[in-house]
C-alpha cells in the first residue's frame, strides 16, 4: 500500500478527509520500519523463509520508485501538513540513496532489480527489451531517475538516466527469433518517452535523432507501416 501513497496524497489534497490522512501516516511509516543500512527495502514485507525468491531480497527499482513518489507526495502536502511533507522528503532522500547504493554497473550495462539483503549479491536485473509483470525494463527506472533529477537536481540521477538512454541508443531493437521473448509495446514507449525526456533535460539534439531512428524502426513493427 505504500507505493500509492501519491494517490493517498492527491486524494487528501481534494477533500481533507481524516482517515486518508491517517492512511498517510500509516505507509510512510510501515515501509520506513522495513529498511536496511542502505536505505534499500525488500521486494515485499512478509515473505515466508520458504519463498527464496522474495524472502529478504531487497528491491532498489520498487524503493526508489517510493522515494520518488514521496517527493511527489510531499509536494501536494506543502502548506497543509509542512511537518509531514517534510518527512516524507527525509525518507525519500534515504530510498533514493539506497537506490544508488545498488551494485548497478551502467558501463557493463547491469541494471539491478533485485539484490540480497545479506550481501547485496545481484539476483535479479533489468533488461534493455523484454520486460514482464514484476521486472520493468530498464528505460522506465530511467524515466524515475530523470524525474527525481527534476525533484532535487541531483547530477547522479541525471547521469543514471543519461546512462541508460546511451544504451538505448546504440542497441538494436532485438529480431524476432523462434523462442525469442515477446517485446511488450510498453518497453520501446517508455524507452522513447525516456529520449524525449533526456532531450528536455538536456537540450542535447542527440536524445531526438535517437528518439526517432527508434521510432523508424518500431513502426513497422508494432502498426505494420511504411515509412
Not at 108 to 115: A, D, E, K, N
Not at 205 to 216: H, I
Amino acid at each position: 500500500s505504500g507505493f500509492y501513497i501519491f494517490d493517498l496524497a492527491f486524494a487528501y489534497s481534494q477533500r481533507r478527509r481524516p482517515e486518508t490522512l491517517r492512511r498517510i501516516e500509516d505507509y510512510l511509516e510501515y515501509w520506513w520500519e522495513k529498511k536496511d543500512a542502505d536505505g534499500l527495502l525488500l521486494i515485499e514485507s512478509r515473505s515466508a523463509v520458504e519463498a527464496t525468491h522474495f524472502h529478504l531480497v531487497n528491491a532498489p527499482t520498487q524503493t526508489f520508485s517510493l522515494g520518488v513518489s514521496l517527493l511527489e507526495a510531499a509536494c501536494l502536502l506543502d502548506g497543509q501538513h509542512g511537518d509531514l511533507a517534510g518527512r516524507m522528503r527525509r525518507y525519500a532522500a534515504t530510498y533514493l540513496e539506497g537506490f544508488l547504493t545498488a551494485p548497478h554497473d551502467l558501463d557493463s550495462q547491469i541494471y539491478v532489480s533485485m539484490c540480497l539483503r545479506a550481501d547485496g549479491a545481484v539476483r535479479e536485473r533489468m533488461d534493455l527489451w523484454g520486460s514482464v509483470y514484476g521486472v520493468s525494463s530498464v528505460a522506465s527506472t530511467a524515466l524515475l531517475c530523470v524525474r527525481a533529477w527534476q525533484l532535487t537536481a541531483d547530477s547522479r540521477f541525471l547521469e543514471w538516466g543519461r546512462g541508460a538512454g546511451e544504451a538505448y541508443a546504440v542497441t538494436p531493437f532485438p529480431k524476432a527469433a523462434p523462442g525469442a521473448a515477446a517485446v511488450p509495446a510498453t518497453d520501446p514507449g517508455i524507452a522513447l518517452d525516456l529520449l524525449v525526456d533526456l532531450y528536455s533535460a538536456t537540450s542535447d539534439v542527440k536524445w531526438l535523432e535517437a528518439a526517432g531512428d527508434m521510432a523508424d524502426s518500431l513502426l513497422p513493427l508494432y502498426f505494420q507501416a511504411r515509412i
